[in-house]
C-alpha cells in the first residue's frame, strides 16, 4: 500500500472511533425518551390568551427551592396568570464560576440547590392541578466550562485561533460558545429539549438569548418538539429576530423594541406616546396570526440591571399605567415575581439571595388581578383588532373583536394632560370596564398616569 493511501486509510479509520486532530471526541449515546411522567396537560394556552408568571427562585422565597415555589401556587394561580415560567432548573458550572443560573453544566439534571427531579414534577403537577402550565428556561447558545461536552466533543464548541474554546460575552467568563453547525450538538440538544417533556411533563421553553443559535438549529428542535404526540406546548424566543421568531414556529417572542421604547424614550425623556405605534407596525410584520410579542415592565434582567417597575417608570402609578399599556395593546402579558404586591427592592438571580418580603399592598395586588381578569374575559383584549388613537402624551386605542369592543386611554405623563377623543372611537355607549358605570366621552382631563378601560 502506498504510504499517502495508508495514511488516508488511518485517518478515515480514526475518524469513525472518534479521533479527530488533537481532541478525542466519545460517540454520542444512543438517546430514548424516557417513560412519560404524569398526563400531558390539556390547559395549555394560545399565545394571545396566556399571561406569564417570571419565577426566580434564587429571590422568590427564603429557603430559594422548589418548595418555596409549591408553597405560593395558590397565590400565582389568584392573580389569574395561566402559565409559570421557572428560571433555569440546571446544575450550573463550577470552573471559572460567577454564580449565574445560565451557566448550564447538565442539561438532564436539577440543580440541587433548588431540589430533585421530584420536587420539581411536584410543582409541575400542582401547576396543572390549578389549571398553570409551566415552561422552563432553555439556556441552550452555550454551557458552563465544566459541561461533560467540554471533554467528550470538544468539537461542538468554536475556538479561537489559538485553539481555546470561545468565551462569547467577556462579562460572563463562565460560558462557553456551541457551535450549531455540528450536526451532533444539535440532534443531542433536541434530545435534552424532549427529555424534561417526558421526565417532568413540562408545557414549554423559553429561549434564553435565541439570537445566538441559528435558524437551521430552531427549525429542526422546534418541529421536533411540536411533534410529541399530546403534548401542546408554548415556546418563546428571548431575541431580537422578531421577523424569523414569528413567522418560524415560535409562539412568541419578547419584544425590547417596546420596552425600551416605554421606559427610555417615553417615561425618561418625554418623547412622543405616537412611537409605540411604530414599534407595533415594525414588530407584527409579517407575524403569523397566533403569535404574539411578550411584553413587561420588569422581568429579571430590568429588575437587577435597572430598577424595579417604580424606578423604571416613575412610581407605582407610572408603573401600572405602563402595565395597562404592555398586557392590553397588542401582546401576551408578563409579570415578574413581586412586581404584584409592590415590593420595592431588586431581586437578584446571582451571587447574593435577598428574597423577596411578601409584605401584603391589598391595593395594589387587587388592581393586578382586576386588570388581569377583565383581559382573560375579553376576546377583542386578546385577539381584537386594534386601532390606535394616541397622542403625544396620551396612549389611546381601541380593540374590537365581533360586537365587543374596548377603549384604553392612559395618560404616561406625570402632569394632567387633556386629550380630545376622536369622533370615529364615538362619545356614547361606553361603560366602565370595571364598575359599569356610563362613561360620556368629548374632551376629558386625565390626571398623571391615569388610565381609563371602558367598553362597549
Known amino acids: 500500500m502506498k504510504k499517502t493511501a495508508f495514511f488516508s486509510l488511518l485517518l478515515a479509520l480514526l475518524s469513525v472511533a472518534g479521533v479527530g486532530f488533537g481532541r478525542i471526541t466519545r460517540p454520542v449515546a444512543p438517546y430514548h425518551d424516557p417513560a412519560q411522567y404524569g398526563k400531558p396537560f390539556a390547559g395549555v394556552p394560545d399565545a394571545p390568551n396566556a399571561t406569564i408568571y417570571q419565577v426566580n427562585m434564587r429571590g422568590f422565597s427564603q429557603a430559594g427551592n422548589f418548595q418555596g415555589v409549591l408553597a405560593r401556587l395558590d397565590s400565582i394561580k389568584a392573580l389569574g396568570v395561566n402559565v409559570v415560567y421557572l428560571m433555569p432548573i440546571f446544575p450550573i458550572g463550577k470552573l471559572r464560576a460567577v454564580d449565574s443560573p445560565f451557566a448550564v453544566q447538565d442539561y438532564m439534571g436539577v440543580n440541587p440547590e ?16 390549578r389549571g398553570l402550565a409551566v415552561m422552563l428556561d432553555w439556556v441552550g447558545n452555550h454551557t458552563s466550562f465544566d459541561h461533560a461536552w467540554i471533554a467528550q466533543h470538544p468539537d461542538w464548541y468554536i475556538h479561537d485561533a489559538a485553539g481555546a474554546i470561545v468565551n462569547p460575552i467577556p462579562d460572563w467568563k463562565d460560558i462557553a460558545q456551541l457551535d450549531f453547525s455540528k450536526p451532533e450538538l444539535r440532534a443531542a440538544m433536541r434530545q435534552a429539549l424532549r427529555y424534561w417533556v417526558f421526565a417532568a411533563n413540562i408545557d414549554g421553553y423559553r429561549f434564553d438569548y435565541a439570537d445566538g443559535p441559528t435558524q437551521e438549529f430552531f427549525a429542526e428542535a422546534l418541529a421536533n418538539l411540536h411533534g410529541i404526540a399530546k403534548h401542546k406546548l408554548l415556546l418563546l424566543a428571548e431575541g431580537d429576530k422578531k421577523k424569523y421568531y414569528l413567522a418560524g414556529g415560535f409562539d412568541l417572542c419578547y419584544d425590547f423594541g417596546f420596552v425600551n421604547v416605554l421606559k427610555g424614550d417615553i417615561f425618561a425623556k418625554g418623547k412622543s406616546v405616537k412611537l409605540i405605534d411604530s414599534v407595533n407596525t415594525a414588530n407584527y410584520r409579517n407575524a403569523r396570526p397566533n403569535t404574539r410579542m411578550l411584553r413587561y415592565t420588569s422581568n429579571h434582567d430590568l429588575n437587577a440591571w435597572e430598577g424595579t417597575p417604580q424606578q423604571l417608570f416613575k ?136 388610565y381609563l378601560i371602558l367598553k362597549k
Request: with cysteine; hydrophobic share 40%.
Open 114 to 129: 433548588f431540589g430533585t427531579l421530584a420536587d420539581l414534577r411536584a410543582i409541575v403537577d400542582g401547576a396543572h392541578r
Open 315 to 450: 412610581g407605582e402609578r407610572g408603573a401600572m399605567a405602563a402595565f395597562v399599556v404592555a398586557a392590553y395593546m397588542r401582546a401576551t402579558p408578563l409579570i415578574y415575581n413581586g412586581q404584584e404586591v409592590g415590593y420595592a427592592e431588586r431581586v437578584p438571580f446571582m451571587r447574593e439571595r435577598k428574597p423577596i418580603v411578601w409584605t401584603p399592598n391589598p391595593a395594589l395586588t387587587q388592581e393586578y388581578k382586576r386588570l388581569i381578569r377583565f383581559r382573560n374575559g375579553s376576546s377583542a383584549l386578546r385577539n381584537g383588532e386594534l386601532a390606535s388613537y394616541s397622542s403625544d402624551d396620551v396612549c389611546a386605542f381601541t380593540k374590537t373583536e365581533g360586537q365587543e369592543r374596548v377603549l384604553v386611554l392612559a395618560n404616561l405623563r406625570n402632569a394632567p394632560v387633556s386629550y380630545a377623543v376622536p369622533v370615529a372611537v364615538g362619545r356614547t355607549g361606553w361603560r366602565n370596564a370595571f364598575d359599569g358605570q356610563p362613561a360620556a366621552l368629548e374632551l376629558l382631563t386625565l390626571q398623571p398616569y391615569q
